[in-house]
């Protein structure tokens, strides 16, 4: 049995002699006493799997990682770490800030040569170009949780983004991400309760086939992927109430429909008689696109699907008909998820218990509520204290 010997990287390789099985003939130990040990039938395949193994430890980042630039960093960053612990639809929002916005500025350079002045001229680029502030933010917040990671793993000595302030002040129309709606939200615009009144009106009135799908987002604050993944076994319109237990996402150019986020998200909502009688009409209405495509019918049992029963795509419905019912009802041009803070707004401006709206929300806790909604809450505060008066 030959002796140990050093192989790339650290920790050693030895030759276990022709005794042992061939496959397992080559061991390359990781440094220290008791480290563990890869085996293959050459020396080669014994460092690949010490190595394999070592990257996973660091969160598949490779160990030469300053060298990198940002565009070689990021990839591996969004792969390895934020594609494993995060929904897909968050996974595929960072990757579409990354290659949209970040690389395109700052991919060339290495992230060891990343300084604070590169990261401000970017947001600087971004405000002149008029991107929204929600835009702006979730750009910085991207970048420097990428950062953050090189710094943690030791490739970084310190984070360029962290010294810069996370872009403040007013910002344009965007539509806003699904998956950030937990958080504040400075781009928020919300409707009066006549504007949802003309809204719905009009709606109704042009009996396009999302009237139902709007009912809900205004009587219950659904998301959208929410109502988009809805199936109709998890609806029972005879006792009034809906089972939110799936979400509608896009991975990679395919359809998933996995389970919300937390377990508040998961939830049980009681639904208004007219949410009740638009989903019935609705239901009728998807019985007649049924029978008129007959085979075309692609059967997903969604609440909500295209004309064949494919799943809804949230461009097209804002495009088709969200965006166009709006000019029609002559009502504020918000995005689709301001009705879900219109919603909230509304409950809360009419005294509804502010753990009654959470839980309908399906926000992991109270604290999200308030950090979203609290410009609303010192309103509510004020005409509490006005019951007082009575007394004095």
Known sequence: MSGEKRARGEGTVRDRGPEVPPGSRFEAR??????????GPTPEIAVDRREKYKERLRGGIPENVTKATLAEYMPLWLENTVRVNVRPATYQHHKRI???????ALGRLKIIDLTADHVQTLHSAKFDAGYALSTRRHIHTTLKAALDQAVRFGHLPFNAAASVRVPTGEGGPSEADADYEDLPDPDMQVWTGEDVRKFLRK???????YHALYVLALTTGMRQGEMLGLPWKHVDLR??????LQTLVRDEGRWRFPRPKTERSRRTLELRGEAVDALRQHLERQFTERGFYNELWLDRGLVFPTTVGTPTARQ?????SFKPLIRAAKVPDIRFHDMRHTFATIMLKNRADLNTVSRMLGHSSVKITLDVYGHVVPGMQKEALKSLDELF
């Open 203 to 209: 709606a109704a009135e042009l009996g396009g086939r």
């Open 30 to 39: 990781m440094p220290g006493r008791g480290g563990k040990s890869f085996y």
């Open 98 to 104: 990354a290659r949209n916005h970040i690389l395109p």
């Open 239 to 244: 006792d009034g109430v809906l089972n939110v």
């Open 316 to 320: 097209n419905l804002a495009r088709r």
